[in-house]
């Protein structure tokens, strides 16, 4: 998880939209354990369970996961969904929210470095979300 003033500033400068899909990780561990306390306890266990699992671009399981493989396996175990493989069609499956408007579980994606879709994660509340991260897992 970023920290409260680093995910105001990267929120601002990345986020491209929000979004609750139609059909409906791992970070440091104090920041998790901290940030989840308020979320529900399926979303929870579900994000503990993939905390270590190094990133991998294409990565799919336990090994290895990126960003969309990651919202995917977790929109799977918690709440019984199916969403696309990449995140560009995670994208295309989503109805567009105002920021203001995000609840627990809605996805973020964010255009780095480029004018597409090109990450996402899952809105925890409380301005806080969870990813897949090239830098921490």
Request: charged share 20%; proline share 2%.
């Amino acid at each position: 998880m970023l920290r409260r003033n680093y995910i105001y500033f990267f929120l601002i400068l990345v986020l491209h939209s929000a979004c609750k899909t139609k059909s409906g990780i791992s970070t440091t561990r104090p920041n998790v354990e901290r940030a989840t306390t308020f979320i529900s306890k399926k979303l929870k266990n579900e994000i503990d369970a993939w905390m270590g699992v190094p990133y991998l671009l294409g990565g799919n399981d336990k090994k290895g996961i990126d960003c969309s493989g990651f919202v995917q396996q977790i929109y799977r175990s918690a709440y019984g969904k199916t969403l696309p493989r990449t995140c560009i069609k995670q994208y295309g499956v989503c109805n567009k929210l105002n920021v203001s408007k995000l609840k627990e579980g809605d996805l973020l994606f964010f255009k780095i470095e480029s004018n597409q879709v090109s990450h996402v994660g899952i809105y925890l509340g409380r301005q806080k979300f969870v990813h897949a991260s090239v830098s921490k897992g």
